[in-house]
């Protein structure tokens, strides 16, 4: 038993004060918390939408070389820009004729359920392993998702040597895929006005034309791919890719926008 000389005398309020002490420190960093989370999440709901994401490629065949080259090896989610990847790989590997039918409905009309039946069919992502070795392809990558062909990342370098490749054919497989590019609907098989980019820019030259849109899974793409000029002699390829929310109208225009920019800057 302690002695009681030796007890602190009580006197009141004394324990109080270390505890409020203790409470005011503990509340100040908790109070900064929450003051700090609240800012951020301001900030972030004020925050603009990230830029849009544009490259653009342009190979001169009469020169040999790539007059335009921004960003071309950054990746970009092809969208329906692949299907020229499905073409090639199918013809290529001697698409019979009942394929060269469906391939020019899916080329021309960019129809998506014959794009499901030649992917499952001749192998999935296997069909873009095979043509980045057909046509020497150093940033292109299938989807991770086998049955979402779109997904495949690839870029404007990469899609430009696709053009190549196709453009060194025998020139009857050559037409299989160039004939209804040449032939592209304004509507495609969905309903969706294709004519953006190179058709609307270049509508006093001769084109070809693969293009590409999609909406979701974080992104929102516009491309416009192919051919201008007499004999073919450009290689066009202009990629997009905005924040999701934006409209598939508004990116499609931007990329009216670039190749309207081109224009006056390639030969006829």
Not at 35 to 47: D, K, M, N, P, T
Not at 155 to 166: E, G, S
Request: no cysteine.
């Amino acid at each position: 038993m302690f002695d009681q000389r030796t007890r602190p005398i009580a006197v009141p309020g004394a324990n109080r004060r270390p505890r409020l002490r203790v409470a005011v420190l503990i509340a100040i960093p908790v109070i900064a918390a929450i003051l700090g989370y609240v800012i951020f999440q301001s900030v972030a709901e004020s925050r603009p939408a990230p830029e849009r994401r544009d490259a653009t490629v342009v190979f001169d065949r009469t020169s040999g070389e790539r007059v335009i080259d921004e960003q071309g090896s950054e990746r970009f989610r092809t969208a329906s820009v692949v299907k020229l990847f499905i073409a090639l790989d199918a013809v290529i590997r001697k698409a019979s004729r009942t394929d060269e039918a469906q391939l020019h409905r899916m080329l021309a009309k960019s129809d998506d359920a014959v794009a499901n039946t030649l992917w499952t069919r001749n192998g999935g992502p296997a069909i873009v392993t095979r043509t980045v070795a057909a046509a020497g392809l150093k940033n292109t990558i299938p989807p991770t998702d086998p049955g979402r062909w779109g997904d495949t990342l690839s870029t404007a370098d990469d899609i430009a040597a696709v053009y190549r490749r196709v453009l060194k054919l025998p020139r009857a497989k050559r037409d299989v895929i160039l004939e209804p590019l040449r032939q592209a609907n304004r509507t495609a098989a969905d309903g969706f006005d294709q004519h953006f980019g190179i058709p609307s820019a270049f509508g006093d030259r001769p084109w070809a034309v693969k293009q590409g849109w999609a909406a979701g899974r974080g992104s929102v793409d516009a491309h416009s791919t192919g051919l201008v000029g007499d004999g073919d002699r450009y290689i066009v390829v202009i990629l997009s890719g905005s924040a999701e929310g934006t409209g598939l109208d508004v990116a499609t225009a931007a990329v009216t926008s670039v190749a309207r920019s081109l224009a006056p800057r390639l030969g006829k």
